[in-house]
């Protein structure tokens, strides 16, 4: 929550078990994180009660001694109270109004949905938190790509292919089209 790092996962539905795959990997990718927190969502709240029967299930004295300390302790916010989560649906804002800019009404692949929400999670960790330095001349930042990878995401530099029209692109060319609008 300091850094207001972004981790954007597409998801098949908002289903339970749908957000626990998306749960797994996230756990898979960036380690076991302490606290979570969410809104009282019905996908959240049941994969809540999923965790904790799993959980009991493995609760052995074995297992137990594994899963000291390695828990996830989720906090809910108070129902019909959205402003008190401001911080994460300041990003789902901006996460929406990039995706909004760039697909439109155009329908898309998996794949490629996929793709993009990667892309503008690294456009949204690749903003400034602070200065670096107190010189305004020099133009370093501190991102939150800086906490989760120890530098900032860089792209490589791509033509830009703006004034082809669609119909002779492939799919892969059309996804940067989109993305550079």
């Known amino acids: 929550m300091v850094t207001k790092a972004v981790h954007i996962e597409v998801v098949e539905d908002l289903s339970a078990p749908a957000f626990l795959d998306a749960f797994t990997r996230f756990v898979s990718r960036r380690g076991p994180c302490r606290d979570l927190y969410s809104d ?6 049941g994969a809540n009660r999923l965790l904790r029967e ?37 990003a789902v804002k901006s996460s929406r109004h990039h ?27 690749s903003r400034p938190i602070t200065p670096l330095y107190d010189d305004p001349e020099d133009k370093l930042a ?30 892969w060319q059309w996804l ?5 609008v």
Do not use: Y
């Open 40 to 45: 009282n969502g019905t996908a959240f709240v």
């Open 99 to 125: 995706l909004v800019r760039c697909v439109g009404s155009q329908i898309m692949w998996h794949c490629q949905l996929q793709t993009l929400a990667t892309r503008i999670e690294a456009c949204l960790n």
């Open 176 to 180: 940067r089209q989109i993305q550079q």
């Open 54 to 90: 799993d959980l009991a299930a493995w609760h052995s004295e074995n297992n137990q001694r594994l899963l000291a300390g390695s828990g996830t302790n989720w906090h809910f916010i108070t129902p019909s109270a959205p402003h008190q989560g401001g911080l994460w649906e300041a």
């Open 142 to 171: 501190l991102s939150p790509a800086d906490f989760l990878i120890g530098a900032p995401l860089i792209a490589v530099p791509e033509p830009d292919i703006q004034h082809i029209p669609n119909n002779r692109l492939k799919q």
